[in-house]
């Protein structure tokens, strides 16, 4: 498989996550009285990073042995192996604050069973975090499951959620929701 030449430095790099984990940091305004949900956390990266500044982290991913990465090593951290429709369908939310999601929410098969579970059971204020690809990004999953931010925000709202910031990440970008 041939890959595009800037696929490890922009999408997979640590240096690459930690200058976007930088910028969220900044945006998310952490606290120890926080509860990160981080949906799809693959390698664990930013989970390390929010546990860093929140009092909890809980991290699923359908990926069992990457859960057991040195970034998951953290008293703070939570993991759960299994598919996140399921996991949704089950837990309570109600200490959650923000519900964060790298680069996943375009592979999950029941986008609007989450986004209706979070109306119901997130608290007005939470926040609802999504990276996801830039359409024309040149790498990264099948353009046709990827959003413009004007399809996510629209998908997002619909749901009772209101956008609060977006940030360009070159071949990426965040966009910040609250529950209203």
Known sequence: MTTHPSHRRQHGSLEMKAKIADQLMKSMTLSKSDVVLDVGSGDGYYSSRFAKHSGKVI?????????????????????????????????????????????????????????????????????????????????????????????LKAKVEAHGFKEEWYIDLETHYFISFKKA
């Open 59 to 151: 991290a699923i991913d359908e990926y069992c042995e990457g859960l057991k990465g040195d970034f998951y090593a953290k008293s703070n951290i939570e993991t759960f192996c299994g598919d996140a429709c399921r996991w949704f369908k089950n837990h309570d939310l109600s200490d959650v604050t923000h519900v964060f999601f790298s680069n996943s929410f375009h592979d999950m098969s029941c986008q609007e069973e989450i986004l209706s579970d979070l109306s119901t059971k997130l608290h007005v204020g939470t926040h609802l975090d999504i990276i996801e690809f830039h359409p024309d990004t040149l790498f990264g999953p099948p353009r046709n499951i990827r959003f413009s931010g004007e399809e």
